[in-house]
């Protein structure tokens, strides 16, 4: 460790260890994502204020083992050795265990003694072992590891004093003394050592073991293929000494383990039937389950679309707010109306649905801390076996539902490439958060009023269903033609129920609540000033006079005039906004279009703004704002979705609306389907290193979202 330098601390652990739960309750809002030139995956870091000072804290992608064999475990890896770019190896190594499943849980542990750092045990979840009746004797086991052992409740934040105690103690510890291998197999490791000067003897081991994995294919590519036939012709030899490979390691590892836990661990002599147990009686049953599994999504959804209506409306009117402000206070012009049209309620249009995305945020949080997402990819493995993945395709997807970015980044825990690529090329078909405004706006508007109560409930868990039916039958598709391949085994650990931690869930919402408001303020924000130009401009008639001076003077005539007077000014001012508007660049870039998209049942307004939303979703709320803007003043605010169901085709007042349920329909199962997103395209492309998967995913989900579009308008509104 360098002088003046804090203490780095990496926190490592098995999937559902509670490792990030713990790196929340320790860094708390003092945590970012390190991104890093050359390295995919992205590495937690924070700081932990403790009682000896600051330390710096990485949380690396949970992992079973250091066989780095997914993107995952070879970053962990990197980091752990000193060779992730920017970033010097840690001081400590914090190995999160989970006590319920001690001997599983230490199996890593032990893989992070042959690193040479210092390594301490958090023991997390004590409590849930001792309801199932095991007692651990940690100062027995520390005693029998040679390492420090904490006892710690992650969830309810409790030993984590004495954690850093013994983070801060073990800097000075002596490295640990990894597990002892066989000796033919330390010959062989000395051996390959004569041939690989200077290379880590924890990769000259793995080398060895991990057949076929990162480390053998990347010393292969370094060292050509004589190095392979070497690494095959040691483990031949291994295999004639009954040190067969990877076996070797098990018995290994799995017998240091037992040693050491033999007296520090009591356990009863039947395992006591635990509420976890009674609970997967029924929440992994193939029938019952899946129904509760669907009931849990249905209620969900449901909720979003009712319990955040206070705050949308609340948001909703401080945006009309504003912007009638803005209009109050300066003359018509250009700068006022991007302002007004182009800033405020742009990107106002879109932030309105903060709440709703807090929700859903919230519920997937809950959902994950309480142990269920492993018992829904469980239940969903038999549906994805048949499309030629596994369940583990499954979390990836339903990651996606929050936001399509980490779900394929969440791709990388799956360890063949070719079940990787598929599933980062479905991912993006699960209805993401950014989908939810163009859901909710045109739902409200058009499939509630006159309809049963949980039509509207029932209209938004369709929505994302379509995406859950037709990623297996897609992903079928690639396996069969593009990436034929076998299908691949689930094996996942099954964490224990749990009530989530409130602090956890909070972070998680405030972590995304603050992505979406930044991406509001940028790339949302830069496409609603790009659309306002485009409408805007030219801002004059054929006489050279200002549409929008125009249309101001009429509304001001309109507001102190009364009864048909009044009505006829009102009308005037929208058929005059409805002529600067087809007038304008983006008008006549609709017009040009509107014969491609009339067969969804679109004009060529709602043409363009799904066109616009190429940046990103969302951007479409904002641009229908715009383009079906029909007039405001001081007393005059009509909500969007009143201002579409009064949109007539042509403008023409009193014409036919453009928009039906049949309509409404369309559009949700477009966005429902369409990759309109630059964010999702840049990390495919980030993720698999070629153009080429972007342009097929952007391609091939263009043409499922046109036709998916086409078919619900023509049978809808022949029964809508």
């Not at 190995?95 to 001997?103: G, H, K, Q, R, W």
């Not at 039947?270 to 019952?288: E, F, G, N, Q, S």
């Not at 700068?335 to 249009?349: K, N, P």
Request: charged share 20%; proline share 6%; with cysteine.
């Amino acid at each position: 460790m360098t002088p003046g330098r804090p203490l780095t601390v990496a926190l490592v652990g098995n999937p559902n260890a509670g490792k990030t739960t713990l790196f929340n309750a320790l860094a708390g809002l003092r945590q970012r994502v390190g991104n890093y030139p050359g390295v995919t995956v992205d590495i937690h870091k924070g700081t932990w204020k403790s009682r000896h000072g600051s330390y710096d804290i990485f949380d690396l992608p949970g992992t079973y083992s250091l066989a780095a064999r997914s993107p995952d475990e070879a970053v962990a890896v990197d980091l752990l050795l000193g060779r992730t770019p920017g970033e010097t190896p840690p001081d400590v190594i914090l190995a999160v265990v989970d006590a319920s499943n001690l001997e599983r849980h230490l199996y890593l542990a032990t893989q992070l003694c042959e690193l040479g750092k210092p390594v301490v045990i958090a023991l997390n979840m004590i409590d849930v072992a001792e309801k199932q009746g095991i007692r651990i004797d940690t100062a027995r086991l520390a005693q029998e590891l040679g390492l420090r052992v904490v006892p710690i409740q992650a969830n309810k934040a409790r030993g984590l004093d004495a954690l850093a105690d013994a983070v801060q103690a073990a800097v000075a510890d002596a490295p640990p003394q990894p597990v002892e291998f066989p000796a033919a197999f330390q010959d062989e490791v000395k051996s390959l050592a004569g041939q690989l000067p200077g290379v880590e003897p924890f990769l000259l081991r793995r080398l060895i073991l991990d057949v076929g994995g990162q480390t053998e294919t990347s010393f292969v590519q370094k060292h050509g293929e004589s190095l392979g036939s070497t690494v095959t012709a040691a483990r031949e030899r291994l295999l004639a000494a009954r040190c067969p490979i990877p076996a070797v390691e098990a018995r290994a590892r799995f017998g240091h383990i037992r040693s050491a836990t033999a007296l520090a661990v009591t356990r009863p002599e039947r395992a006591p039937l635990t509420a976890t147990d009674r609970l997967d009686r029924i929440l992994t049953h193939r029938v019952w389950g899946t129904l509760v599994f669907l009931l849990v999504m249905a209620a969900v959804f449901q909720s979003i679309f009712t319990a955040a209506s206070p705050a949308m409306d609340a948001i909703k009117a401080g945006k009309d707010w504003v912007a009638d402000q803005v209009r109050s206070a300066m003359p018509p012009g250009p700068f006022t109306s991007l302002l007004a049209d182009g800033i405020v309620e742009g990107v106002g249009s879109v932030v309105v649905f903060l709440p709703q995305i807090l929700i859903l945020f919230g519920f997937l949080a809950v959902l994950e801390d309480c142990g269920y997402m492993a018992r829904a990819a469980f239940l969903m493995d038999k549906l994805m076996s048949r499309a030629g993945l596994s369940g583990k395709s499954f979390i990836p997807m339903l990651s996606s539902v929050a936001c399509a970015v980490p779900g394929v980044m969440a791709t990388r825990v799956i360890e063949q490439p070719r079940d990787r690529l598929a599933t980062i090329l479905v991912a993006p078909l699960m209805s993401c958060s950014a989908r939810l405004p163009v859901y909710t706006l045109l739902t409200a508007a058009f499939l509630t009023e006159g309809r049963a109560w949980w039509v509207p409930g029932l209209t938004l868990f369709s929505m994302y269903l379509i995406g859950i039916v037709l990623a297996p039958i897609v992903a079928w598709s690639l396996k069969k033609t593009l990436l034929r391949g076998p299908t691949p085994a689930f094996v996942m650990e099954m964490p224990q129920y749990q009530w989530p931690h409130p602090k956890s869930i909070i972070l998680r919402m405030y972590d995304r609540a603050r992505a979406f408001l930044v991406r509001a303020g940028t790339m949302i924000l830069a496409a609603m000033v790009l659309v306002w130009a485009l409408l805007y401009f030219p801002a004059h008639d054929a006489n050279g006079n200002s549409f929008d001076v125009q249309i101001h003077e009429l509304r001001e005539k309109a507001e102190a005039a009364t009864g048909d007077r009044k009505e006829e000014l009102e009308k005037e001012a929208a058929q005059l906004n409805g002529v600067w508007r087809r007038q304008s660049v983006l008008g006549r870039l609709g017009r040009a279009v509107e014969p491609v998209v009339a067969p969804l049942g679109w004009d060529w307004k709602i043409g363009m703004a799904a066109i616009a939303s190429f940046p990103a979703r969302e951007v479409v709320v904002g641009v229908l704002g715009q383009v079906y803007n029909l007039g405001k003043n001081d007393d005059l605010a009509e909500p969007l979705g009143n201002a579409l169901k009064s949109a007539t085709w042509n403008d023409e007042p009193g014409g036919t609306p453009v928009f039906t349920a049949a309509t409404a329909l369309s559009l949700m199962v477009f966005f429902a389907l369409c990759c309109q997103c630059v964010s999702t395209l840049a990390v495919i492309r980030r993720e698999t290193r070629s153009w080429r998967w972007p342009i097929f995913t952007f391609t091939y989900m263009t043409a499922l979202a046109y036709v998916g579009a086409l078919i619900t308008y023509q049978v809808g509104r022949r029964f809508l």
